[in-house]
């Protein structure tokens, strides 16, 4: 979960799950995410990835997109593990599959090829 508070819409304005694709190679503390959404972006784009199975285990019934237009470097203070109710806290894990698909449309998001 990353605490988006203090940003101004129409970036990214609430917690949220997000995907981290990236951790900064000489400071540790900031890492770089992509944020995960339920609603349906519109209009759709290549840059928005549906996954293949939401990664937040009290909710496998709700489609999740990553929204790879919003990826935004954020400090490690701002992370936090997800909290199920009636659960202890997680770190939910991704399919490789859907995180080779979360950096192509990164990619794509930002014209890299």
Not at 20 to 39: C, D, E, M, Q
Request: aromatic letters at 6%; proline letters at 10%.
């Amino acid at each position: 979960m990353c605490d988006f508070r203090g940003y101004e819409e129409p970036e990214m304005v609430k917690k949220r799950p997000v995907v981290v694709i990236a951790r900064n190679r000489h400071n540790g503390k900031p890492v770089t995410v992509v944020p995960l959404s339920s609603t349906e972006p519109v209009p759709l784009a290549d840059c928005h990835h549906k996954m293949s199975e939401n990664p937040l285990p009290d909710k496998p019934h709700i489609q999740c997109r990553a929204k790879c237009d919003m990826t935004a470097t954020v400090g490690l203070a701002r992370l936090d593990r997800y909290k199920p109710k009636g659960r202890d806290r997680c770190i939910p894990i991704i399919s490789e599959e859907d995180f080779q698909a979360v950096k192509t449309a990164v990619a794509k998001a930002f014209k890299l090829y």
